[in-house]
């Protein structure tokens, strides 16, 4: 069996049903997609909402012409067919076999299987372009602090040779896209629709630049329609594609926050960035982090790192005030330094007593600050030192 025939069949079966569709992908495993292909055109779907829904597609269209079209118009804007036969394969969305979402009724978090084929735009080897990637999603309606901050992940990630991977919508992804875009590094956009269909039109420019730099990826073929339920199925893929899953804002009901979810599901590293708890914007999160233990709190770029990347190495370091040159002194020494009133000098005994220290400790930590420039004498005692003058 020829590998055009074999692709052509994958192709037309994904235009038959939608991707994901647990009954067609294990036929596929099962007899081949050639043989898959021939099965639900007679008729022998094994499930009757397959059966009836191949049967309205096909009513629109032969498909194997259809997919022949698909190949052919494909071909002419430059985009090319992967599939699991190619070695470009991201081999690791096969994990979505195992993917079970808890109490999923939907079909779109039932139908959660992996992809037959991915049509790619951009000159990267896919699989190893998503091989050491990281997903930055969120709301659409992003605020200016999501927006930095999905600005600043893209760019610290692709600067450290990750590749960023998000959806290509306004808002967060876009923030990610173009962080990773300023950063001379790759992003790869997962679309809901052709790549030869910038959604939304205002990111045309943004889908342009990632095809030159980076990938557009997709499932559904060339001239294929954004519609509402595709940007759910392709959530799947940006979870299992990934690393792991940082998301930067999100609503109480949002898609992004679905996209975490799949990558619990899959044991992918689930990470949040908190934001204000008086935005609408940060809900979805912080539901997250309060429902699912498994998932981390981030903060910036050291935290995901952390996350994703080498035991033992990619370790961020604690979180630390600025030290203070009072932070060094002994335990002693900061007891008499406390004891010093602050605008008039005390005697070697008043310190003592003030402090609780013999006199003879007192002298040799008074000794001592003195030499750090924290204490003067001064009317025959000791007092604090006035604050250094700052750049005039």
């Known amino acids: 069996m020829s590998t055009e025939e ?24 099962r007899i081949g997609p050639v043989a898959a292909l021939d099965l639900l055109l007679s008729g022998g779907a094994p499930e009757r909402t397959l059966r009836s829904a191949v049967a309205a597609r096909a009513a629109a269209g032969d498909a194997r012409a259809v997919a022949a079209e698909a190949l052919a118009r494909g071909e002419r804007l430059g985009a090319r067919l992967v599939t699991p036969d190619d070695d470009e394969w991201p081999v690791q969305v096969r994990d979505l076999r195992r993917l079970a979402l808890p109490g999923a009724t939907r079909r779109v978090d039932v139908e959660t299987d992996p992809p037959l084929c991915f049509w790619v735009r951009g000159a990267w080897p896919l699989g190893e372009t998503l091989a050491h990637s990281v997903a930055v999603v969120g709301a659409r309606a992003a605020t200016p602090y999501g927006s930095h901050v999905a600005t600043e992940l893209g760019y610290g990630l692709a600067d450290r040779e990750w590749t960023v991977v998000s959806g290509g919508a306004f808002g967060i992804d876009s923030a990610a896209h173009r962080g990773a875009l300023t950063a001379g590094g790759r992003t790869v956009a997962v679309l809901a629709c052709g790549v030869d269909r910038p959604y939304p039109m205002g990111n045309a420019a943004l889908f342009d630049r990632i095809a030159e730099t980076g990938l557009l990826v997709s499932e559904w073929m060339p001239g294929a329609e954004p519609l509402r339920p595709r940007f759910l199925i392709r959530n799947r893929v940006i979870a299992a594609a990934t690393r792991g899953t940082v998301l930067v804002e999100a609503a109480a009901r949002s898609g992004a926050t679905q996209t975490l979810n799949r990558a619990l599901g899959l044991r992918r ?4 960035v908190p934001g204000p708890v008086t935005s609408a914007m940060s809900v979805g999160g912080h539901e997250v982090l309060r429902e699912r233990p498994d998932a981390r709190l981030v903060t910036g770029l050291a935290h995901v790192l952390e996350e994703v990347g080498r035991i033992g190495y990619d370790l961020a370091p604690p979180a630390r005030a600025p030290e203070r040159p009072r932070d060094r002194l002994d335990e002693e020494a900061a007891q008499v330094l406390e004891a010093l009133p602050r605008r008039r000098a005390l005697d070697l005994e008043s310190v003592a007593a003030r402090a609780g220290v013999d006199l003879r400790t007192a002298m040799r930590k008074l000794s001592l600050l003195e030499e750090l420039t924290m204490v003067v004498r001064r009317d025959g005692g000791y007092a604090l030192a006035p604050p250094a003058a700052g750049p005039t």
Request: net charge positive.
């Open 269 to 272: 590293h689930a990470m949040v």
């Open 6 to 29: 074999t692709k052509l069949a994958r192709v037309a079966l994904t235009w038959l049903a939608e991707p994901g569709t647990r009954s067609v992908y294990a036929l596929v495993q």
